[in-house]
Nanobody, 129 residues
Framework: QVQLVESGGGLVQAGGSLRLSCVAS????????MGWFRQAPGKEREFVTA????????????DYADSVKGRFTISRDNAKNTVYLQMNSLKPEDTAVYYCAAGTRYFSGRYYPGNYDNWGQGTQVTVSS
């Protein structure tokens, strides 16, 4: 059974940083594309960033939403079955529940939640002004 468990969320002031982690189990982690999405109250779940699987010809490619480009960094540690999201220069509009997801469609549909097969339970990030 696949399980994704996020951690690292919390309350931070604008301009601060947080590092989210997502530990995966029940799957061959290096063979999966990993994504981070977020959902604010009353809004749809939106793409934040993704990293391609390490077994791909184009291994560990990354992509970011325009709203986080230059501030957020995704990385993976296959030895620890963990994907990270380093968030710097946080803004109040980054406030949301952040979810990690695992899938296999990075190159054909990384932006769409429906293209990911497995999801974590989410971790709350709150940025105060």
């Amino acid at each position: 059974q696949v399980q994704l468990v996020e951690s690292g969320g919390g309350l931070v002031q604008a301009g601060g940083s947080l590092r989210l982690s997502c530990v995966a189990s029940g799957l061959t982690f290096s063979s999966y594309d990993m994504g981070w999405f977020r959902q604010a109250p009353g809004k749809e779940r939106e793409f934040v960033t993704a990293i391609s699987r390490s077994t791909s010809r184009f291994a560990d490619r990354t992509d970011y939403a325009d709203s986080v480009k230059g501030r957020f960094t995704i990385s993976r540690d296959n030895a620890k079955n963990t994907v990270y999201l380093q968030m710097n220069s946080l803004k109040p509009e980054d406030t949301a529940v952040y979810y990690c997801a695992a899938g296999t469609r990075y190159f054909s549909g990384r932006y769409y939640p429906g293209n990911y097969d497995n999801w974590g339970q989410g971790t709350q990030v709150t940025v105060s002004s």
